[in-house]
């Protein structure tokens, strides 16, 4: 089976600084990296990585940075001819700065990831594309859209409800499994804390579900993955790793989880895999780089 991503593509510029600049301040950049970033990209890159044929949906400038990183997605395995180039348009991006104390700031223009519409993804085929999975950096119509016309030809819906957005829940009925962090789980659940045992995730997670058939996921960093269904829940432990860069261990999960599932495997096993997987990208730096192929995951669960 194959794993057909929605989401977003972004140009990551990431600078290192001394201090975060005040209001009004010009301060010199120690150092400059470009990178593949989007939460889309990311989640389509890990996928890939775990040897699931994919397919990317989304939207770019017509820009220089916009065909640098469709090369970089097909040089991941993903297939992006599903991408498309938009004239007069800038690719989104994020603009990072992190200071010595590690503080950071990040300003992200959407760009062309806003432009993604319905019609777009109507006139997109997903004949075959059993396992669909979408973000919240683009937009919910256009999610909505895939949604509906997935469910017309019984592919699996995932929804990874990241930024947690008031406008996400409505697509909570749309999916079959969802998937967030604490810190979502408790915007969407409107509770006053992150909850953080197995008891109280289950029960903030159930309030999340709208029909008896869905799982509702919570990633739980490094305390591992919750997997909450009407009747039962687990908790798979985190794996015990050396951490160095915990961004996009998230996408990591939701793509990992996604290829496994597109491979025939059972919930539970596919929730093991994945969280093998996000834990190997801890240990190395950056997003689409720290994804990890499948037989690095096969090999760290033996
Ligand atoms: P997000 O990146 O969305 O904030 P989490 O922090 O919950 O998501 O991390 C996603 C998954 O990555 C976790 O469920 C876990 O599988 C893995 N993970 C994250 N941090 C660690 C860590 N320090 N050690 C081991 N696994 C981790």
Not at 61 to 86: F, I, R
Not at 104 to 126: E, F, K, R
Not at 255 to 266: E, N, P, R, Y
Request: charged share 20%; proline share 5%; hydrophobic share 50%.
């Amino acid at each position: 089976m194959t794993v057909f991503v929605l989401g977003s593509i972004n140009l990551d510029a990431v600078a290192r600084v001394d201090g975060l600049p005040r209001p009004g301040e010009t301060v010199a950049g120690l150092s400059l990296a470009l990178f593949l970033g989007g939460k889309g990209a990311n989640q389509a890159v890990a996928a890939a990585r775990m040897g699931a044929p994919t397919r990317l949906m989304g939207a770019v400038g017509g820009d220089d940075s916009g065909k640098g990183l469709k090369a970089k997605l097909a040089g991941y395995g993903v297939q992006v001819a599903d991408v498309l180039e938009l004239e007069g348009v800038p690719t989104g991006q994020a603009h990072v700065w992190v200071a010595n104390n590690a503080e950071n700031m990040i300003v992200v223009t959407a760009g062309a990831n806003a432009m993604v519409t319905p019609q777009q993804v109507s006139a997109t085929p997903i004949e075959g594309q059993r396992v669909l999975l979408c973000q919240l950096e683009t937009p919910p119509a256009a999610v909505e859209a895939l949604f509906r016309a997935g469910a017309a030809k019984g592919s699996l819906r995932i929804l990874n409800a990241a930024p947690a957005l008031p406008q996400g829940a409505a697509l909570f009925p749309l999916t079959d499994i969802l998937i967030v962090n604490q810190t979502e789980l408790a915007s969407y659940a409107k509770l006053d804390r992150e909850p953080t045992r197995l008891e109280e995730v289950s029960v903030a997670a159930r309030k999340l579900m709208s029909r008896p058939d869905q799982t509702i996921i919570v990633t739980l960093g490094s305390a591992g993955v919750a997997a909450v269904r009407r009747d039962e829940a687990f908790l798979v432990e985190g794996r015990k790793v050396k951490a160095i860069d915990t961004v996009g261990a998230g996408d990591c999960f939701c793509g990992a989880l996604a290829a496994a599932l597109a491979s025939g495997m059972d919930l539970r096993d596919a929730v093991e895999m994945a969280n093998a997987a996000a834990a190997l990208s801890v240990q190395k730096a950056g997003a689409a780089p720290s994804m990890p192929s499948r037989r690095e995951v096969e090999a760290f669960l033996e």
